[in-house]
């Protein structure tokens, strides 16, 4: 999973989820020592009331077919069935499509070895675990915004025959997903999007490459931001967050889209927009040393990805390795990282849109303002 990769406006935003490390010692030190800023006077608070659309697929059917094909444990062929083969050892060379169950013996695949369907659930527990974690961010949300930021939630259980898996990964994409099953459920005033699903195929014993989530920017469900999270307590992290634990995906990839609608919906200026570190040689790069930059935190929201970078934030050390989050959750009663980025950096004299589709400007793919595709 790869760290958040600001590109330039013209280019689409995929934001792949970075999970924090929980492992968090009592007193972690720094090599580094950041400043605290003090938060402005805002005069005027605004109150936002975002719509937030909550998509459970339960269950989730696909089938595959091919000579060669893996994710996670479901494996055929020669060169896969150890699970570790190559992209260039599939058969076909580019890893064979999902197809809905009825076509799994149509003419065009009976040359293929192996078929196999799956049926990806979650369990009722697991449903509700979902919607209770999610009303924790809208809570939390508000409360780390005064009151600027509350989410209007609004959960959908659909089950879905689903086309677009491409072995070996397996994440659902906005185009995939978008008229194919959404298109009657989201329009433009809708800010945010979730697609949550499973992991297994509990009734075979199988499951699916291992994912946490993925963001995406202009690349939306009618102007809405768009996450998809796979609900994988086997490889995803979880975070404490006002005494609970939460499934981090399910908060990390919704400041990932908040972050997006800020700067290129909202228009909300960041001087550190473009700026990023040094990755490669665990440098600043045109990112602030600890400590220093400016001392007015609203001129800046930082990526969710750059805990350790962020100048203000007490894991700020720039030395670390990629991932160290130390105080991702709360730690001996402090602020987790999620409550430091929105308390202290989230703008709360804006009425904040989400929607590029309805910003009143002509942006991405619009061919007029706030019309042509995906705009109605």
Known sequence: MSRFLMLPLILVLMLSACVPATTTPLHPTATETPFSPTLPTISTIYHSTPHFQVFIINSLTTCLVGNEFASGNVCAGTACGDCNCTREEFDPPAPQVGIPPEQINDPQYS?????????????????????????????????????????????????????????????IGPYEIDDELLNNYVATDTDFVYVVSGLYDRAQGLHLAYWCGSSYGEYSIHGATYSYIQYNHDACNSVTIAGETVYEPLIHEWIHSLDWALNYVDGVP?????????????GHASWPACGTGSSNPLDWFPSIDLCEWDPDWIDCNNVASAGSCLHAGEVDGGASWYEHVISVHYPRDIQFNGNFCRDGRKDFSETGVDSGWPCP
Do not use: H
């Open 111 to 171: 040359a293929y070895a192996n078929k196999v369907c799956l049926d990806i659930t979650l369990t009722d527990q697991e449903v509700k675990d979902i919607i209770d974690d999610m009303e924790l961010v809208r809570s939390q949300a508000y409360d780390w915004s005064g009151g600027a930021l509350d989410l209007q939630m609004e959960y959908t259980i659909l089950s879905d025959v689903y086309t677009g898996f491409t072995a070996p990964d397996y994440v």
């Open 270 to 282: 960041d001087i550190y927009q473009n700026a990023g570190p040094d990755w490669a040689n665990w």
